[in-house]
């Protein structure tokens, strides 16, 4: 299934209400490209995170900005990645929720009617709403001269769009190539064949399969597995490595695998030997793991594993671009080979986040249009405080460097947990899987990283990549006053760790001899 029909190629499906007002905003059929007047001060290719932010932030500072998208505006993040996942995600935990309910004392005699089509629609009505903040016509009314077609540079400081009706050529000072990434299957004997879906289709579902093979155990693969299993399918998730989410800590990841399992995820990790036939009755997918042979006969298989940078077809070559598999070449800087062009988001970032995307194109307005920064926001990529959450249950959010990483980079670091099911807020909740993980420098207060697995762990690790942006260190978390009960309190309780660690016999012996000599 494909998110696009076969004989309309921006018609999103399925056809109804709710898509045809996405379309309306993010690819407006009656949409005129406007006639170029002059050179522009930026032209961004591309309308996913990092173009619009980078074409709104320019136009806001006085500057002529174009900005082209070929397909839909919001990119990846509004149409098949953060915004439908997250409204599936929310649905199938409101269903758990439910079929959980009795351990708080509610009874539902006679049992609950699940609706997946209900449910999905309720994304997509969701998505038309939020959809209005990319909109072409928004983006008219902010000053961004927004042109929809195919883009390709033509010379040194031209590109020409390729529109419905007509080509406009377009002249730049500097230019931003923000065309993000698309989903890219491995290569897997049978797979093409018996057809796949991935994130740019999977949201196109209205019935719900019954049976459901996961490939790739990363973010994308184990939250949409979970989500599949917590509204009823059968699933089970497929893995070349052992574990599942293989860059997170081990123990965090662990708790996410226990959880997903409980949900009814089957695992087959340390898979060899994929293969994948078509069969009467659906698909089977057949994979060794530990040992074992296993013939799994699914309805649908998702996905989740690889993506490809979208390079080609935009006259990269003429202009002195350099890429390769991994993306466009760019420097600390986000400038390309051709110093007047630049690059942000998934083009060209090993960060492949919606927040990553927003932060490079502040770095790309304050290197292409202020030679001298104006306190626009960052000036290199190196300067990032990158934090990162994967939406399962629990979720597990990561900020800096894990452990082995600061071993590998000479810094001696001191590491304290504080566990969930000692936070009275997690207890009463009956929500007490995770943890707080914080690794700071020895010898000083440094929060270098942190590790939070936990419900809401996403909204929790603000408040440390707040306090390493800032250089404030554990001493500051300490001393700041942390409401109760909340869930907040995990972090607190971790840096008292750290402070109770460095409060030495030494200190309390002098302490107690001085409380001593006070009662005299």
């Known amino acids: 299934m494909s998110l696009m029909s076969a004989d309309s190629q921006h018609l999103v499906l399925p056809d109804d209400e709710h898509n045809r007002k996405l379309v309306g905003n993010v690819h407006p059929s009656d949409w005129v490209n406007p006639e170029p007047d002059g050179r522009y001060n ?17 136009a806001g500072v006085g500057a002529k900005v174009a900005l082209i998208e070929r397909h839909l505006m919001g990119g990846d993040c509004l149409n098949v990645g953060c915004v439908p996942s997250k409204g599936m995600i929310r649905a199938a935990n409101a269903w758990v929720h439910v079929r959980d309910v009795s351990a708080f004392g509610a009874r539902i005699p006679d049992g609950v009617s699940q609706d997946f089509g209900a449910a999905m ?45 007509g080509n406009r050529t377009l002249a730049f000072v500097k ?64 893995e070349a490595m052992h574990g599942i989410l ?29 293969r994948v036939e078509q069969v009467s009755d659906g698909k089977r997918l057949v994979v060794d793991s530990h040992g074992q042979h296993y013939a799994l006969t699914v309805d649908e298989i ?19 671009v350099d890429y390769d598999h991994k993306g ?30 927003d932060a490079m194109a502040q770095i790309v307005i304050q290197n292409a249009l202020f030679p001298h920064p ?19 249950a629990p979720e597990v959010a990561h900020v800096g460097v894990y452990e082995a990483e600061a071993a590998k980079q000479g810094l001696k670091v001191e590491t304290y947990t504080y566990k969930f099911d000692e936070v009275d807020r997690a207890i009463l909740d009956g929500d007490e899987d995770g943890f707080a993980r ?35 260190g554990a001493k500051t978390i300490a001393a700041t006053i942390h409401p109760y009960p909340t869930r907040a309190e995990v972090i607190k309780k971790a840096v008292n760790l750290w402070r109770k660690a460095h409060f030495t016999p030494r200190t309390k012996s002098l302490l107690t001899r001085l409380f001593a000599w006070m009662r005299r």
């Open 42 to 58: 930026l032209v961004v290719i591309g309308a996913g995170t990092a173009g619009l932010v980078t074409a709104v932030i320019a």
């Open 121 to 165: 629609a309720r994304m997509r009505q969701l998505r038309a709403r939020i959809s209005h903040v990319d909109s072409a016509h928004r983006y008219k009314a902010l000053g961004v001269d927004v042109y929809i077609g195919q883009a390709r540079f033509d010379g040194g400081d031209t590109v020409v769009v390729e529109g419905s009706a």
């Open 175 to 238: 230019a931003a190539v923000c065309t993000g990434a698309r989903a890219a299957a491995p290569s897997i004997p049978g797979l093409e064949e018996a057809g796949y879906l991935t994130n740019e289709t999977v949201f196109s579902l209205t019935t719900l399969p019954a049976r459901v093979g996961v490939i790739g155990a990363g973010p994308i693969g184990c939250e949409l597995a979970q989500a599949f299993a917590r509204f009823g399918s059968r699933v089970s998730l497929i």
């Open 246 to 274: 293989p860059n997170e800590d081990r123990d965090a990841a662990e708790l996410v695998q226990q959880s997903m399992g409980r949900d009814g995820v089957t695992l087959l990790c340390c898979g060899k030997d994929l």
């Open 302 to 320: 998702l996905v989740g594993v690889g993506r490809a940078p979208n390079v080609h077809g935009l006259g990269l070559e003429k202009v002195g």
């Open 328 to 357: 466009i070449t760019v420097n600390d800087r986000l400038q390309t080979t051709n110093p007047r062009i630049y690059a942000a988001g998934d083009v060209c970032s090993q960060y492949k986040f919606t927040h990553a995307a």
């Open 374 to 392: 104006f306190g626009l926001g960052y000036a290199s990529v190196q300067s990032l405080t990158m934090p990162w959450c994967t939406f399962t």
């Open 438 to 472: 914080l690794h700071i420098q020895a010898g000083t207060d440094r929060i270098l990283g942190a590790t939070i697995v936990g419900s809401h762990a996403g909204d929790l690790i603000s408040e440390v990549s707040v306090a390493m942006k800032a250089g404030a």
